[in-house]
């Protein structure tokens, strides 16, 4: 196990000690003893957070436009230089085998990142383009700079002025003197910034938006921070809301693109894609499963809790257990599962992600979730909602 | 999309042709694509240098399914064939030889003369044979995956061999090495390293590599028809039958794409100029490598097809050595193997194994009249030899091939022709050089069409050796093709008829 | 005739499959004797001590497929069954290099990732069909095979249950399936990996204890043993019995016990007594004769029928059958006491690489040369070991700081073309340390005591038939309703009452269990 190029800085302001592993990697989980600090600075000024572990890949040559068309979900051919585009990709049988991010650099060269090493998958289809693929994992530090302050933190540190940059741009930018990727992409829901350092800037980088930072509350922030907020935001986590299909053990493990929420980067009627013919199928037919979110009920909680003569006491950690979701209050009829879920300090909701019956899937459906109260389970009434229970409208904005 | 033709063929080996004249034979307008500067394939015959022709690479190995090619009507064309097994020399390493005849009380006595108890044992030998051939050969000739009402007479054909006991015994041997198989009869070296050739030219090892005993009995059961001319003969009277019943070849054509529409129907073919032919349906009689790797474009195929294409197995270990002689030599006529021993033979495969040329080799020797030639083919050549295959290494393979054969040859070798697995790979298109395409391994015998291993793309069929029924059965992966291009394209027709009632 | 004793079953051989099928028939209320030639318990898996204050698993080594349900139904962990896992399996390479596969998934990736980047991705693939395939395996291995040819309810209903499973697979594992159950372990590796190097230890597990090298075809199925523990949902099943492999066995000789079973020691059977067909009764070396409704043989199937009952009573085409039957040891074992722990010249450190199981096998190649040698009937030069350090983790095996390294070595002929193993033996036990030596620089000069076991040894030490450590080569015609011979695969021998419960039968090999087990319950009548 190895540490992340910040990893020496972590080091200091891992106060809690409490770590992680990700992918290999060492990844603090908290930096402060109370993680919803880290929370509030991501959600009202900014917070750093280290996502190198992330797995980066650069496709370079002639075909490497065609290449990733032939092998996402997404017609990459027609993303545009200094673009990025969210997709998914697939196995013959239509099912995800995992979810990511593609830059396009130039013409010729892309940067495809995602938490799960895919180089091999990549490697698959090399054969009859002229196309490589670079594993730049290990040269690239990656940090997410996210929050409504980010904007203000990045312009300061650069001295560029990035206002005009659009949802889903990306450029290089001078940060103390280094050139760096930055994309407006995140994983927060918010405004905010990924920025892809090579490794031997990594130290000075982080030094100087931690330094610039200082003016806006900015605070390094942990996973259990950013799993809040991407719960509120409605994204799925692999190995949490979907399982790869490449590693899937059993058929049922397996999702479709649809099921898990992303259908809408599925580019169906193009040139052959992976998947294609079993997703084009799966499009004109119901997929079975749907992701949504619930919003738990407050005040049967509290009523379940006042039972036992008990305040509320909901953890404000955010967990990753499969809860099952009932139609019924007996909890006989399953209809699905939730998958992550999280206290909401800023909408003061409890909710969840969780991957219902299609035809349960319907916003403002009541559902039935299991809840252990003082060692009892009982079932508490979840109100379908859309996943996106957080999406300001500055997460896409322009500041002119 | 209207075209001239409705089917083609890629490759004019002897799947090919007879691909071709079933589909002729129907009045499917017919084209036939051939890389090589005449059809044949395997089984064309070559030139020596001195230009007297040459025996082809293919030998007759008795297993020409002539029951199946009787309705192509080839005596027409000038094919004859024999019922009998011809005589088979084996010669001794001890020096001597046995001849083994269809006649086994013959045989026996030939091997009498340097063993009592092997003789003894070859009629047992001989009787298991026949024993199991019938179930090897319905497992082997059978037309064709079945589905659905078609394949209830296979479950009730499945019922019959599980009460075979001669379908438990295969299921016992088949596993076995040529060595430990053989051991159970024979003491005589050389004759055991004799009868074992089959294993080798079918799949890659030695003679303790297990399954070695299954070939050695496919061979031994399957045996029984040869033909006069050898299999030139079968490749001359296979193209006139073409010619006759309209087939257009095209030879010095070679094919580099078979183009696909969006929806993984068939297009047509893209010639090597970058020409194009539309076609609904096509024939791709060449190795599966190449249909897999090269043909086809990868975006259409799924990826799990791919893994399984990507990793196609064809080590070809089998050189073939042509001599032009004064006259024929009758103590080889009309054919003989040689080995020198088991254990001397798994040593040759040892050095093969490292890219070395081995001292002796496992040859099998076809006589031809006219002009007086040989066939050799000899076993555990390596395919790319260190240090390539130099005009020195080529000289050392020859004269360790024609080594053993000398003091049997009627006078001087006037010319020879020598093929390395890597020239046959070049000449051939045979990734890897391999005579049947792919290894007759049990997995890659197992993994054809049965289970979905056709190709993924629709009025595509795969007919060469490489299948299923190819191997050393010849010409039946082409009828087999072929008969099932022509059931989906009346299939098609009904279909369309009934949508046009209704 | 009168007999001295009378028992309901007499079990030949306190091997461990003996001893659990004791066990087992004892439990269901019979009176159980078992007869043990050797002063010790455990067969081949047996712990001795062969130098002061050092305790040696003298012939098998780890504990690995110990069937789960055998341990719940005979609650052996309450009569001392207690096995520490394996973390690692390290690969010390030359030039300084080395390869260790770890349990964390992560770890292994970036290990392997050295070598290869894509076999470092594919590997957690590989383990997943290979898991998928164990599913399929373990309906073969836990229960008794069906035959062919018979039309009987319960036997096509066991081949429905196969066939099943089989289509359970999917189209594309069950090409993998057809691929594992014919290929050789070298191709059925290159359908996913490209390093050799990876290769090597993978390919080494498929090669164990049989005559056959890396690209032999039928030794990929054997690749399936590294997986089988994780579905049976005892996780790491991998590890060190505590106090050595006996350990297992005296924890199945205490449960037979506490079930009531009667073991003796030092009672050589010399004869099967037998009767118009029937197995009556055993007599003893020493004239002993105990007379038994059923006598079990722990003993391979050659030396129960051809040593114990003798050819009169058999079929002749048995006597044939058992002629052909395979036999072929192909490996030695060398044990070794040291002062010390020795360290490897590619990683010095003594770290947590050194607890797990460490395997001598560069490459694929290096494997099949040392078969290449083997199998004119020479013992390799450069052989494949696997070796473990047990100490490191049990000290209850070696006096403190004191260490045992246990070595599997691969191959050694028992038929040599030259000599005899009694001649070659030390030069043998030369080569192995030799060849351990250029990865442990140190390792000489550590050495207290030293223990070579040939085939040949093997064979007057355990009773095993050529040396073969499975009581015959696990090839695809010994095997399932093959094994030991057509027709004799339930356990059962044309002697009516006389039974067999060793590693020669169905499914056979490594401490399993399963033999013992499936012979007990055949006996009892119990479906299977």
Redesign the interface.
């Given at each position: 196990m190895v540490g992340t190029p910040f990893y020496s800085r972590q080091l200091r302001l891992c106060q809690s000690m409490r770590w992680k592993l990700w992918s290999g990697f060492y990844a603090v989980d908290s930096y402060l003893l109370e993680h919803d600090l880290e929370y509030f600075a991501l959600r009202s000024a900014a917070g750093l957070i280290d996502v190198s572990p992330l797995c980066k890949y650069l496709v370079r040559g002639h075909d490497s436009a065609a290449l990733l068309s032939h092998i996402m979900v997404r017609n990459i051919a027609k993303l545009g230089v200094g673009r990025v585009a969210y997709t998914c990709w697939c196995d013959d049988a239509g099912k995800v085998i995992g979810d990511g991010t593609v830059m396009r650099r130039d013409e010729h060269e892309f940067l495809v990142t995602t938490t799960d090493p895919c180089f091999s998958w990549l490697c698959r289809f090399l054969y009859g383009y002229s196309a490589r693929v670079h594993d730049v994992t290990d040269d690239l530090a990656a940090l997410a700079l996210q929050g409504p302050y980010a904007r203000d933190i990045l312009v300061s540190v650069s001295g560029t002025a990035i206002g005009d940059m659009r949802y889903f741009a990306a450029r290089d930018v001078l940060v103390a003197g280094r050139p760096i990727w930055v994309s407006r992409t995140g994983y927060t829901g918010d405004l905010g910034y990924e920025l892809w350092i090579p490794r031997a800037d990594a130290l000075d980088v982080w030094d100087a938006l931690l330094t610039a930072g200082q003016s806006y509350a900015l605070r390094p922030a942990g996973l259990m921070a950013l799993d809040m907020c991407r719960i509120e935001a409605g994204y799925i986590l692999k190995h949490v809301e979907y399982h790869s299909a490449l590693h899937a053990l059993i058929e049922a493990r397996k999702s479709s693109p649809y099921e898990i929420g992303l259908g809408w980067t599925v580019q169906l009627d193009r040139s052959p894609f992976v998947g294609q013919r079993a997703l084009q199928l799966e499009a004109r037919t119901r997929s079975p499963w749907r992701l949504a979110g619930l919003d738990i009920d407050w005040s049967e909680t509290e009523a379940l809790y006042r039972r036992h003569g008990l305040p509320p006491a909901l953890s404000t950690e955010p967990w990753r257990t499969s809860i099952p979701v009932y139609r019924d209050r007996a909890r006989q009829h399953q209809v699905g599962y939730a998958t992550s879920g999280t206290w909401s300090p800023l909408l003061k909701k409890n909710i969840a992600l969780a991957t219902l019956r299609t035809n349960c899937a319907v916003p403002g459906t009541r559902l039935q979730i299991a809840m252990q109260v003082e060692h009892e389970r009982h079932a508490v009434t979840a109100t379908v909602h859309s996943p996106r229970f957080f999406d300001p409208a500055r997460k896409t904005s322009v500041a002119i | 999309m209207s075209s001239p033709w409705d089917t083609i063929v890629i490759g004019g080996g002897l799947s090919g042709l007879s691909a071709a004249v079933t589909l002729a034979r129907a009045d499917q307008r017919t084209l036939l694509l051939e890389q090589r500067a005449a059809t044949g394939g395997l089984a064309a015959p070559g030139r020596f240098d001195t230009g007297a022709v040459a025996p082809p690479v293919r030998q007759d190995n008795g297993m020409l399914p002539l029951g199946l090619l009787r309705h192509l009507r080839l005596a027409k064309h000038g094919l004859t064939a024999k019922h009998a097994v011809p005589a088979l020399h084996v010669l001794l390493q001890e020096g001597g030889c046995i001849t083994v005849r269809s006649n086994a009380s013959q045989t026996e006595a030939s091997i009498a003369r340097h063993h009592a108890a092997d003789a003894k044992n070859y009629r047992r030998y001989a009787g298991l044979a026949q024993k199991v051939a019938p179930a090897l050969a319905r497992l082997l000739q059978h037309p064709g995956p079945a589905n659905g009402i078609r394949a209830l007479p296979l479950i009730l054909k499945g019922l019959r061999w599980w009460k075979m006991p001669a379908m438990h015994e295969l299921l016992r041997l088949a596993p076995m090495s040529a060595q430990d198989f053989l051991d159970q009869w024979f003491v005589t070296d050389s004759l055991k390293a004799a009868l074992a050739i089959p294993a080798f030219q079918a799949a890659w090892g030695g003679p303790f590599y297990p399954f070695g005993a299954l070939h050695i009995l496919i061979q031994e059961a399957l045996s029984s028809h040869f033909v006069t001319g050898g299999m030139a003969a079968v490749a001359t009277s296979l193209e006139r039958a073409a010619v006759h019943h309209g087939v257009t070849i095209q030879t010095g054509n070679r094919a580099e794409r078979i183009l696909l529409a969006s929806d993984g129907t068939v297009r047509g073919v893209q010639l090597a100029d970058g020409a194009t032919i539309a076609a609904p349906s096509v024939i791709a009689a060449c190795s599966p490598r190449v249909v897999y790797q090269q043909l086809i474009e990868h975006r259409h195929l799924d990826q799990g097809f791919l893994w399984q294409a990507r990793h196609l197995k064809s080590r070809g270990t089998t050189a073939h050595l042509a001599l032009l002689l004064n006259s024929v030599p009758e103590a080889l006529a009309p054919r003989a193997r040689c080995a020198p021993g088991i254990e001397a033979l798994e040593q040759s495969f040892d050095k093969m194994k490292q890219g070395e040329i081995p001292e002796a080799f496992a040859l099998e020797i076809e006589v031809h009249a006219d002009p007086p030639a040989l066939s050799v083919l000899a076993h555990f050549v390596p395919h790319t030899v260190q240090g390539g295959w130099t005009s020195e290494a080529r000289r050392e393979l020859a004269h360790r091939i024609l080594a053993p054969l000398k003091p049997h040859l009627p006078g001087p070798v006037l010319s020879s022709r020598l093929l390395t697995p890597e020239d046959l790979e070049l000449d051939y298109q045979l990734p890897g050089g391999h005579l049947y395409h792919v290894e007759r391994s049990p997995d890659q015998m197992l993994a054809q069409p049965l289970h979905g291993w056709k190709p993924p793309a629709k009025g595509l069929y795969l007919a060469s050796s490489g299948t299923t029924h190819g191997g050393g059965s010849v010409c039946t992966s082409g009828l087999v093709a072929a008969r099932a291009l022509l059931r989906a394209k009346k299939q098609s027709r009904l279909e369309m008829r009934r949508t046009r009632r209704f | 005739m009168s007999f001295g004793h009378r028992y309901d079953v007499i079990v030949i051989g306190a091997g461990h499959n003996g001893l659990i099928c004791a066990a087992y028939l004892a439990k269901a209320g019979r009176r159980v004797l078992v007869l043990e030639r050797r002063h010790v318990l455990g067969g081949a898996a047996v712990s001795e001590e062969l130098y002061p204050g050092f305790t040696f698993s003298v012939a098998s080594y780890v504990v690995s497929l110990f069937r789960p349900h055998i341990i719940r139904d005979l609650d052996l962990a309450r009569h001392g069954y207690h096995v520490i896992p394996m973390d690692c399996a390290f690969q010390p390479l030359p030039q300084g290099r080395g390869l260790a596969r770890w349990s964390d998934p992560?770890?292994t990736?970036?290990e392997v990732a050295h070598f290869s980047?894509?076999d470092?991705?594919?590997y957690?693939?590989f383990s997943?069909a290979m898991?998928?395939m164990g599913l399929l395996a373990k309906a073969v291995i836990d229960r008794a095979p069906p035959v062919?040819?018979s039309?009987r309810p319960s036997n096509v209903r066991a081949w429905a249950r196969l066939g099943r499973a089989y289509r359970h697979l999917?189209?594309?594992l069950?090409?993998v399936a057809?691929?594992l159950f014919?290929?050789s372990a070298a191709?059925f590796l290159?359908?996913w990996f490209e390093s050799p190097i990876l290769k090597g230890p993978l390919a080494a597990s498929g090669i164990i204890g049989t005559f056959?090298g890396v690209r032999?075809?039928?030794t990929a199925y054997v690749l399936l043993h590294h997986y089988m523990g994780e579905i049976d949902g005892a996780f790491r099943s991998w590890g060190f019995s505590r106090g050595g492999t006996g350990g297992v066995s005296m924890a199945c000789a205490r449960a037979a016990c506490a079930y009531g079973a009667e073991i003796r020691t030092e009672a050589s059977v010399s004869k099967v007594l037998v009767q118009g067909g029937r197995a009556r009764g055993v007599v003893l070396d020493n004239g002993d004769d105990f007379e038994a409704e059923v006598i079990v043989s722990n003993l391979d199937p050659r030396r129960t029928l051809e040593g114990l009952v003798g050819a009169p009573h058999l079929p002749s085409r048995l006597t044939e059958q058992l002629r052909?039957y395979?036999y072929d040891g192909s490996s030695g074992k060398v044990n070794l006491a040291l002062d010390g722990v020795p360290t490897f010249a590619c990683r010095p450190s003594v770290g947590d690489h050194m607890r797990g199981d460490i395997v001598i096998a560069p490459d694929v190649d290096y494997l099949?040369r040392a078969y290449?040698e083997a199998?004119?009937g020479t013992w390799s030069s450069r052989p494949f070991i696997n070796a473990v350090i047990p100490s490191l983790t049990d000290p209850s095996v070696a006096p403190p700081g004191k260490h045992i390294l246990s070595c599997f070595v691969q191959y050694a002929p028992y038929h040599l073309n030259q000599g005899t193993w009694q001649e070659e033996r030390d030069r043998f036990g030369d080569a192995v340390v030799d060849t351990l030596a250029s990865y442990m620089p140190d390792l000489k000069d550590r050495i207290l005591f030293r223990q070579v076991l040939t085939p040949w040894d093997m064979e007057q030490q355990f009773g095993l038939t050529e040396g073969n450590i499975f009581h015959g080569e696990l090839?695809?015609?010994q095997l399932f309703f093959?094994r030991p011979v057509?027709g004799m695969a339930h356990y059962r021998t044309p002697i009516a009452s006389l039974f067999l419960c060793g590693s020669g039968t169905h499914p056979g090999g490594g401490i399993m269990g399963a033999s013992g087990e499936l012979a007990a319950k055949t006996i009892l009548g119990h479906p299977t």
């Open positions: - | - | 992560d770890r990736r970036r980047r894509h470092a991705e594919v957690p693939e997943l898991t998928r062919l040819g039309l999917g189209p594309h069950q090409h057809q691929k014919t290929m191709d290159d359908l056959k032999t075809p039928g052909r395979k099949e290449d199998k004119y090839s695809l015609e093959q057509p």
